[in-house]
């Protein structure tokens, strides 16, 4: 499925009517009619309860009186709120107007303090509020009358269905400048939104709801959009049957450059991910000094000692020869997770990566190595795959993480094309974005993979497919995997999960995408 930014859908929009000849007023209807399904089923019906339901001046304040007729229909009382103007409506929304006064419902301003004083009763006696206020058309700083009105909604604290977008969340970016409403469910109209999915809006849009609203999917599917979902079927599809005759050879021969002194379970967990997702054969290179500690504590990898000077660190002449000798007989290489920020160990890791010939991961330590070198990457041989928490990026930018946050996909899109890497970042949703600009949004995980050494399983996951099947995918398929065995975590343990959880649900992860029982 495709995501949309919002000058996109008011596209796709305008080609349903002009292209298809669906008036617009029929798109709105069903916009009208799922929002109230919706809403009536995030409180278990419709028949005898009370919504509060609010319309700004838009289309989005169309849809929700569309909404309220159908929920009345439905035998709900409606208690109608509009901020706009009569004068001012579309001709859509203003059809929806008039069909919802023909029933005899009084469209309440908010102009007066008795106005307001009429609000707040009505919120105290709903049973749920129907969120039609802003939609998609928010950007910047909000009229004084919306904050209140939003303010007095979450207030309330009573459930929220948000048509198409919480009002206060900018569609394009997810950022909320003042205040946005909390909703439990947000219905998408069409398309999700890039505010649904990243940023502030991530959190404010509750559970995330998506219907064609009757739009043609030729419309919706047209690959003029840059963005996409990562879903089931997408990684399914890109991931290939395994053969019958196949052997550890043919499932990949990765290497991991990880670990050092205080910090050996990043490696272990990097490995073992690399093994657990179906990699024939993996490497652990660690230093020397804590090559005791790694060999006792794997069993299915090889582990080697690599020459530290007793630093218990990667750095030195010595430690590039060998590393650059074992890259050479690999598919696949993941340098990175727990080696440290010593000086030494940064210039290691810059002068591998210009070296090594196999497709490269990246991962922490190894990233921020380049955080004074960023344009090296570009003249690395194979276009790596860097996966940074939106910190880590941040930082590699050289900007702070409000101001890259602030705009995540822009940024990511414009780092991929000046450095020539695909980023993985990981943020309240974690896109991977290619150099041509190709995005995409993972449709899995949750907030309990805020643990250590999650992100040592996903880069361990990325890397260990990277024989499996196309390496410039499996991004993709690391990313839904991951998620979805921190999702299988998260059932069992909830937010007391740890890194370990996720790893050891990646082989019923990676089943289910093969649709074999695990």
Known sequence: MNVSFAEDMRRIDARAVSDYGLPAVALMENAGRRSAEEAAAMVGGAADKVFAVFAGGGNNGGDAFAAARHLMNMGARVKMFFTGTEERLGEAARAMYDALRAMGVEIRPLASDRDWDRLRVSLRFADAVVDGILGTGTRGELRAEAVRLIEEINAAGKPVMAIDLPSGVEADTGRIAAVAVRAQRTLALGLPKVGHLIGQGANAAGKLLVDDIGIPHALLDGEELRQSLITRETAAKLLPVRARDAHKGTCGRILVLAGSIGMTGAAALAAQAALRIGAGLVTLAVPERIYPVLAAKMTEAMVVPVPDEGTGRFGGLKALESALALAAQADAVLIGPGLGRAAETSEFVRLFAADVKAPLVMDADAIYAFRSHLGDLRDLPQVPILTPHLGEFAGLLGKNTDEVAADLL???????????????????????????GDAFFTTVGNAGMATAGAGDVLAGTIAGLMRQMESGMTPLVGVYAHGRAGDLAYEAHGNGLVAGDILGRLPKALGELANIPV
């Open 410 to 436: 822009h940024e990511a899109r414009e780092a991929a094309h000046a450095h020539q890497a695909v980023f993985v970042v990981k943020s309240a949703c974690t896109i991977v974005v290619y150099p041509d």
